[in-house]
């Protein structure tokens, strides 16, 4: 199975987020030092800094993302997604191998 590529989002304060995409049975977490054994996908959330390198922030079920409402935040810790960027994180899990570029 190919890799889904990460999407880009933005926290509510502005900084960057990437979300990947964890099948089950694969590694995620910080270093890989995880193995997803939920029996779903999740998604991998991660603070992108430049210089440093991403920082894991937590995963997520894809069953939780898609019981969100379409004004709900995904709070991601100490940061959240906005309902806005929440809309493209489910357009992106429908369809994450057609996402062209209005969703990077």
């Not at 069953?63 to 935040?73: K, Q, T």
Request: proline letters at 12%; a negative charge.
């Amino acid at each position: 199975m190919a890799a889904v590529p990460a999407i880009q989002l933005n926290a509510r304060n502005g900084l960057p987020i990437e979300a990947r995409f964890v099948p089950f049975g694969q590694p995620f977490g910080p270093h890989g030092r995880y193995t997803n054994q939920t029996g779903e996908n999740v998604v991998d959330f991660y603070r992108v800094k430049p210089l440093r390198g991403s920082v894991h922030l937590l995963a997520v079920a894809v069953s939780h993302i898609h019981d969100l409402g379409p004004d709900d935040p995904l709070p991601l810790g100490e940061l959240e997604l906005p309902p806005a960027e929440v809309a493209r994180l489910l357009d992106w899990l429908e369809s994450p191998f057609s996402a062209g570029e209005d969703l990077i």
